[in-house]
């Protein structure tokens, strides 16, 4: 929603303000890195909080609209019953933001760069970390806000990556000068794509569903008459291949996701045997059991083998066991699955969790970062 938003902005010449997440103690409703969007009529895309510090912000968006200059807050909900904004929403936390003017007319320079950044996301099969600029002793050539690669900076042979937090006292070149700037380091997730095989009715609920979670979509089916941009509006690709063909030119690498749903079993065959063939990272088989063990038997008769390894990432039946029934139930159902596998999660209720609820990839973060501070 962000990033859609973003680049609507861009586009229009339309000033917005990138408020972003730098720090946080204790417990808060949205992580360090967490973004929203924040335009000149006070309208927001994307949360910080419950809702409870968002009118405030945008008072602090209009200066940061009128002077230009980034600009930092420090929210302490710790004891919000006496604050203004809190109404005792009992978060037991402290954040603090920083919110960056984004102006596509006058920081063109600026603006494309995020831009490449923002692109980067679709076509990098890896993370990569950049830098945000919260302070720097030479605002002419790189102030506050100012977004830049980790090649940029002196640490680059450090071993720092996939951390998200602040660092203080770095030393940037430009020009032939050395600038000393305290960043905001953060790890950007490429977006996770997914190809569905198979378009029929119970397809358009699950898209809708990975469209939601801002997931890049892409359905393949060999029935013109399904596929279409009319059942499938919001999907970013949609691929026709003649029947019992497995899509030509289809990359798949360690961030590429698949579910196999024709209910078409010739096809179902085809497409599974592509599959495992070219590492996806998680292949989703909507059916029961033994309708995996009779395509195994008929893969083996054809001298295809599936490695254990490759099995491992084979989901059949697919889903989370929620009691789903509806096709909008059986998407939920898949998509929390896939979600819980991209996150390396535990598949618990929440209150059965021990420790914090976050995930073990956001904590392992912060802890490479505390020990490189």
């Not at 029935?223 to 949609?238: A, M, S, T």
């Amino acid at each position: 929603m962000v990033i859609t938003e973003l680049k609507r902005c861009i586009k229009n010449n339309q000033k917005a303000i990138l408020a972003t997440i730098i720090d946080k103690k204790g417990s808060s409703y949205r992580q360090v890195g967490a973004k929203s969007l924040i335009l000149l009529d006070g309208s927001s895309f994307g949360v910080l909080s419950g809702g409870c510090i968002e009118q405030d912000l945008f008072e602090h968006a209009k200066e940061v609209f009128e002077k230009g200059e980034a600009k930092q807050i420090v929210y302490d909900l710790r004891h919000d019953d006496q604050t203004p904004w809190g109404l005792g929403v009992g978060c037991n936390g402290e954040i603090t933001i920083l919110l960056s003017l984004i102006d596509p007319v006058n920081k063109k320079r600026e603006v494309e760069k995020m831009m490449s950044i923002v692109n980067r996301q679709y076509t990098s099969a890896k993370p990569f970390t950049i830098g945000t600029v919260i302070s720097s002793n030479n605002h002419e050539v790189i102030p506050p806000g100012s977004i830049i690669e980790t090649m940029e900076l002196d640490f680059v042979h450090n071993p720092l990556n996939k951390v998200n937090g602040i660092l203080e006292d770095q030393s940037l070149t430009i020009d032939g000068k050395t600038i000393n700037v305290t960043i905001f380091l953060q790890t950007i997730s490429p977006t996770p794509s997914i190809i569905v095989f198979g378009a029929g009715p119970d397809a358009w609920s699950l898209t809708k569903q990975l469209k939601l979670l801002h997931w890049h979509v892409t359905i393949v089916d060999h029935r013109p008459g399904y596929l279409n941009k009319e059942n499938f509006p919001n999907v970013d690709e949609l691929k026709l291949v003649s029947p019992r063909e497995f899509p030509e030119g289809l990359e798949l690498n360690e961030n590429s996701y698949a579910v196999i749903m024709s209910h078409h079993y010739e096809q179902d065959f085809i497409f599974l045997e592509g599959l495992i063939q070219r590492g996806a990272a998680y292949i989703g088989l909507l059916g029961p059991k033994r309708r995996f063990e009779n395509l195994k038997k008929d893969l083996q008769a054809k001298g295809v083998y599936i490695s254990q390894n490759v099995e491992d990432n084979i989901h059949s039946p697919i889903g989370l066991d929620i009691g789903s029934e509806t096709p909008e139930e059986i998407a939920l159902s898949i998509a929390a699955e896939i979600m819980s596998h991209k996150n390396k999660a535990s598949h618990l209720p929440l209150k059965r969790k021990k420790g914090s609820i976050h995930t073990a990839i956001f904590q392992n973060q912060n802890s490479k970062l505390k020990e490189l501070v």
